[in-house]
């Protein structure tokens, strides 16, 4: 049985505000390791943590952009 849009949109804010905040609070624990009387890293080390961030966030960008799309290929019609 398919979820009503309203089921569904109760499963995204359930889900979405918690997913996002585990992440928001992870991410913010990385500053942490940016205090360097305490932990020791390289430039390379610190552009790889900025790489893999971005190529999260790309990542989440183009699955919400392609469900996007999705829907706009699904709602054409050919005979209106």
Same mark, same amino acid.
């Given at each position: 049985? =398919?979820?009503?849009?309203?089921?569904?949109?109760?499963?995204?804010?359930?889900? &979405?505000? +918690? +997913? @996002?905040?585990? =992440?928001?609070?992870?991410?913010? @624990?990385?500053?942490?390791? /940016?205090?360097?009387?305490?932990? &020791?890293?390289?430039?390379?080390?610190?552009? @790889?943590?900025? =790489?893999? @961030?971005? #190529? =999260?966030?790309?990542?989440?960008?183009?699955?919400?952009?392609? /469900?996007?799309?999705?829907?706009? #290929?699904?709602?054409?019609?050919?005979?209106?």
């Amino acid at each position: 049985m =398919a979820l009503s849009n309203d089921e569904k949109r109760e499963k995204f804010i359930k889900h &979405g505000n +918690r +997913r @996002l905040m585990n =992440a928001v609070k992870n991410i913010k @624990l990385l500053k942490n390791i /940016a205090n360097k009387n305490y932990y &020791g890293y390289s430039e390379k080390e610190m552009k @790889l943590i900025f =790489a893999e @961030l971005d #190529q =999260a966030v790309k990542e989440v960008k183009h699955s919400f952009n392609e /469900a996007k799309n999705k829907k706009k #290929q699904d709602n054409d019609n050919f005979f209106k």
